[in-house]
């Protein structure tokens, strides 16, 4: 199984960057076989290998839409959990977009 998680990653010093990173290092320790991408926002540390990888694919003040769709479109996962937080993806309908836009994917 391969799970894609969108969201901030360190070094940004901030709660949903650490609670991505005990996720995917917690499901990597309990789920053998499982593989963890991470798309990242771009003030994130891409990094490969370990128990999981982290790419940046979007930034959170532009139209970050197509830069996660087509990062998700890439690493073909089975499961993908966005994060949630308006200090990522802010208060306007971008977000909306997103999810209409990712219809083709179902």
């Not at 901030?14 to 309990?30: D, F, N, R």
Request: glycine share 10%; aromatic share 12%; proline share 4%.
């Amino acid at each position: 199984m391969h799970v894609c998680l969108v969201s901030n990653y360190f070094p940004q010093a901030c709660g949903i960057a650490s609670y991505t990173h005990y996720l995917a290092e917690s499901l990597c320790q309990v789920t053998p076989g499982i593989a963890i991408t991470v798309s990242a926002e771009g003030k994130s540390s891409p990094h490969d290998g370990g128990l999981f990888d982290v790419r940046t694919s979007f930034e959170s003040d532009g139209d970050y839409v197509n830069g996660i769709l087509g990062h998700i479109d890439a690493c073909g996962p089975d499961v993908v959990h966005i994060q949630h937080e308006y200090g990522i993806f802010g208060l306007d309908l971008t977000f909306r977009t997103l999810f209409r836009s990712s219809e083709a994917f179902w």
